[in-house]
């Protein structure tokens, strides 16, 4: 990560210190969201609904979020997205205190608005330097989620003596407070155009030519499966240890912690590997890791097994995602960015979401396992379509660097 040094501005630290924020808002709602459901709903099988709104009100939101940030900028945007975070989270605290289901849903959807806000993030990273720098920028911010994975372990363990009296409520409030801080950070970011060094703003193509592109088809996919097979996974975790196998919650909340610093640690190294060796490669790397995933998570249900899945899942995850946005950013002209990044994010979020939802059913019908093996099929998919972008040659491809 020492190459990325030449790259960090203000915007950057920003965009680092906001990532943080966001990330525990996500932990939280993970690690809390079925649990909470499981208690409040009238039937188990709705238990992760929750969840799965929060990832629905993600892809939502994910083009009116890139719409508003086109008109009034990425920094409004971002603060208001904030001012969005603190009303959700109040909200679900409200939700656990009075034991209304309903309201937490809707808590959980507002919440997850907030994150599609809260995607733009490395987007942002990527305007705010060079091209060559695109992956350092969006590997820095990302390491802002360790922070978060922390702070949101925290809340979630020490919940109960926040709010003694009502259990779960006192994280939620947390996470408020945290969103309060971010968006008085983010009114410090710094709006601009996308750094091209002699390169002359080209029209924009019709978003039906964008997609079309080997490549971005190839970038999209690479979002979609990582995403959606993390979300499908990391859903189904807590349920299987905390409800089903019955561990603790503290158990539990580390584990998921362990999840997604695993997702974002390996930014340290991701730019460089992709630097060397290219984006493609990459995630071929991390569908390999999640299959290895869904290896371990069959060999046993102790709390190591569960420990080790979820890291692997986070590894993978993280190749595939950087690698991902790392060549999508290079298959479009810099007017047609948010457009692009509107569809990208619409269909990652939107499989994420449908994923959400047959984690909490399959669980409970199931079980633990049959979740792991019907997550084998999408990992092949995406093998199948790595391995035919190797047929595309590199001048199909807007980048620079190896792809």
């Known amino acids: 990560m020492a190459h990325s040094m030449t790259y960090i501005n203000r915007n950057l630290l920003v965009l680092f210190l906001a990532q943080l924020a966001f990330g525990t808002g996500s932990v939280v709602l993970v690690t809390l969201g079925g649990i909470v459901g499981a208690e409040l709903a009238s039937s188990r099988a709705l238990a992760t609904l929750p969840v799965s709104l929060f990832v629905i009100g993600t892809a939502f939101a994910t083009v009116p979020a890139a719409l508003l940030m086109q008109r009034i900028g990425r920094k409004l945007g971002f603060a208001a997205s904030a001012l969005l975070g603190v ?21 959980a959807a507002l919440i997850g608005m907030t994150l599609a806000f809260g995607q733009q993030l490395r987007f942002a990273a990527t305007e705010s330097v060079p091209e060559a720098g695109a992956a350092y920028a969006v590997a820095f911010v990302l390491l802002g989620s360790i922070g978060g994975a ?43 155009p996308k750094i091209e060094q002699g390169v002359v703003e080209e029209s924009a193509r019709p978003l039906f030519t964008i997609v079309r592109e080997p490549l971005f088809i190839i970038a999209v996919c690479g979002g979609v499966i990582g995403q959606g097979v993390m979300t499908y996974l990391m859903t189904a975790t807590p349920i299987s240890m905390h409800v089903v196998d019955g561990y603790s919650l503290t158990a539990t909340s580390q584990v998921i912690r362990a999840h997604v610093i695993a997702m974002y640690l390996p930014s340290l190294v991701t730019a460089p590997l992709i630097t060397i060796f290219g984006p493609r490669r990459l995630m071929f790397a991390g569908v390999v890791a999640m299959g290895v995933t869904v290896v371990v998570g069959l060999t046993g249900q102790h709390v190591m097994h569960y420990w ?35 569809f990208n994010d619409f269909s990652v979020f939107g499989a994420s979401a449908l994923a959400s939802l047959l ?5 409970f019908q199931l079980g633990w396992q049959a979740v792991l093996y019907t997550a084998l099929p999408l990992l092949g998919g995406m093998v199948l379509l790595l391995l035919w972008s190797l047929k595309i040659s ?10």
């Open 150 to 192: 922390f702070a949101g372990s925290w809340l979630v363990a020490n919940a109960a003596s926040i709010t003694p009296t009502v259990a779960y409520s006192g994280a939620f409030q947390g996470m408020a407070l945290l969103y309060i801080v971010a968006g008085c950070i983010l009114l410090a970011f710094r709006n601009q």
């Open 394 to 403: 590199p001048l199909q491809a807007r980048a620079r660097t190896p792809v």
């Open 87 to 107: 009303g959700g989270a109040l909200a679900a605290s409200f939700a656990v205190t009075q034991h209304s289901f309903e309201l937490f849903c809707i808590a």
């Open 359 to 363: 984690a909490g059913t399959l669980m």
């Open 308 to 342: 080790w899945a979820m890291v692997l899942l986070g590894v993978g995850w993280n190749f595939l995602f950087i690698g991902g946005t790392t060549l999508l950013v290079r298959q479009y002209r810099p007017v047609e960015r948010f457009k692009a990044q509107a």
